[in-house]
C-alpha cells in the first residue's frame, strides 16, 4: 500500500469514524480505524513505507483527537514495528484472522494511550478511559472485519505485474 492512499485512506476514516460516533450517539465508545489501517501495514508494507505511512496516520490521529501532541504518532509506529514480529508467530491471511489481530493491536493501543495520558494529565484517572476499552475493541474488530476487503483491493491495485515495463 503506497503512502499516499494510506494517508487519504486514514484522512477519510478518521472523517467517516467521527460522524458515525457522534451519529450512533457513542460517548464513551469510538472506533479505532486507524489502528485497523497500521495493523494492515504491519502486515503488508514494507518497512519504510509503513514506518512512515504509521509516523502520518498516527499523526493525524493527533491532529483530530485532542489528546496530548505527539501521543498517537508515536503508539502508531510503535504498534506498526511490534505489529511486523506477530506474523513471524502467527498466520494471519483471512479476515477474521485480520479481526482478531487489529483488535489485539487496538488493546495494546488503547492500553498504552490510557496510561501515558494518565502519565501527562492528572484530571481523570485511567478507570474512565479503560472502562470504554470493551466496546472499543468490539467496534474495531467490527471496523476491521468490514475494512479488510477494501484494503486486500487497495494492495492489489498497488502490485505491478512482472514484465519489460517495470
Known amino acids: 500500500m503506497k503512502f499516499l ?4 485512506l486514514a484522512l477519510a476514516l478518521l472523517t467517516l469514524e467521527s460522524v458515525i460516533v457522534k451519529q450512533a450517539g457513542l460517548e ?5 480505524v486507524t489502528v485497523v489501517l497500521v495493523a494492515f501495514l504491519a502486515l503488508r508494507a514494507t ?3 509503513g514506518a512512515f505511512s504509521a509516523f502520518c496516520v498516527g499523526y493525524l490521529l493527533d491532529l483530530m483527537s485532542g489528546q496530548p501532541t505527539w501521543l498517537f504518532t508515536f503508539l ?3 504498534i506498526f514495528l511490534v505489529g511486523r514480529v506477530v506474523p513471524t508467530f502467527v498466520e494471519v491471511r483471512g479476515p477474521l ?18 496510561f501515558f495520558t494518565w502519565l501527562t494529565v492528572k484530571e481523570d484517572g485511567p478507570g474512565s478511559l479503560l472502562a470504554e476499552m470493551p466496546l472499543q475493541v468490539a467496534l474495531t474488530g467490527l ?10 483491493r487497495f494492495e492489489a491495485s498497488q502490485e505491478r505485474p512482472a514484465g519489460l515495463l517495470r
Not at 5 to 8: D, F, I, K, N, Q
Not at 143 to 152: C, I, K, V
Open 5 to 8: 492512499v494510506s494517508v487519504a
Open 28 to 32: 464513551l465508545g469510538r472506533i479505532d
Open 47 to 49: 518497512l519504510v513505507e
Open 76 to 78: 502508531a509506529v510503535f
Open 97 to 114: 484472522a485480520f479481526a482478531l489481530f487489529a483488535m489485539a493491536a487496538d488493546v495494546a493501543h488503547s492500553l498504552l494511550a490510557s
Open 143 to 152: 471496523a476491521a472485519l468490514a475494512l479488510f476487503p477494501l484494503l486486500r
